[in-house]
């Protein structure tokens, strides 16, 4: 019994790696179903949300046991995902006991975060290459990239001040959007839509967007929904920020920007 209980540790912890990480709600069912199986637990029911784990399982031995995991909404990080995806896969060779599985479970959930220089460096080089790609001159891809560098040093304080995700998507459209208008006031930049378009990039909520609509089409409904709308609001508090700033920089300045 005790057994049994310590695979259903397992299967959960990690569907729940998977499931903070960013991975699609199909993918999270099926690995705890194959870490479950395979260590001889034959019954196994599985109800996977966007921030909850319900899981109840069977045995001969212990008929019926449960658990629950609440998580979080949150970010992603795909080197998680394909590291416990690598671990089913080994799980189901044999190379595992459930104690070597549970230990390296402990080791993926320590793979650490890309360090703050990289993640800004990568901000500011993404946003430059995407106004290139929305016809935005050198200029203009310039200053995108400084203000997705602005706008990742400012993420960091996000993070350390615990800011809601709204409020901090909505200050972060301000900041860009005031960076991108100093610019083109000051006739550096030229493309003002290039530029506000290459340097929100960092804003936008691909992986969330992405997994809705796979939710969608697999049927989860629910995940698919809050996935949605989780991006929505992303979207929406990114476009507030946008139009706050235009529309005091025609007020007080009454300058034509696009």
């Not at 290459?198 to 409904?221: E, K, Q, W």
């Not at 706050?244 to 920007?257: E, T």
């Amino acid at each position: 019994m005790n057994e049994d209980r310590m695979v259903l540790d397992v299967a959960l912890e990690a569907g729940c790696i998977l499931l903070k990480n960013g991975a699609e709600i199909f993918r999270v069912e099926e690995t705890v179903y194959r870490i479950c199986h395979y260590y001889g637990i034959k019954s196994c029911s599985v109800f996977t949300l966007t921030n909850g784990i319900f899981l109840t399982a069977g045995s001969t031995t212990d008929p019926y046991f449960a658990k629950v995991k609440h998580l979080p909404v949150g970010g992603s990080h795909l080197g998680r995902v394909a590291a416990v995806n690598q671990l089913s896969r080994e799980i189901e060779q044999g190379k595992y006991t459930i104690e070597e599985v549970e230990q390296q479970l402990k080791e993926i959930q320590n793979i650490p975060e890309k360090s703050n220089i990289a993640k800004i460096m990568a901000s500011g080089i993404g946003c430059g290459a995407f106004c290139f790609l929305f016809n935005g001159n050198y200029l203009d891809a310039l200053t995108a990239a400084i203000a997705g560098i602005l706008y990742y040093v400012f993420t960091i304080y996000i993070n350390r001040n615990r800011m809601s995700k709204i409020t901090g998507n909505l200050c972060g459209g301000i900041l860009l959007t005031i960076v991108c208008l100093i610019s083109y006031h000051f006739q550096i930049g030229q493309h003002m839509d290039a530029m506000i378009a290459g340097s929100i990039m960092p804003l936008v909520p691909g992986v969330p967007f992405t997994n809705s609509i796979r939710d969608f089409a697999d049927g989860d409904y629910i995940s698919g929904a809050v996935r949605m709308l989780d991006a929505v609001l992303v979207f929406f508090s990114i476009a507030m920020g946008i139009g706050f700033v235009f529309l005091m920089y025609h007020h007080l300045l009454g300058g034509n920007i696009l």
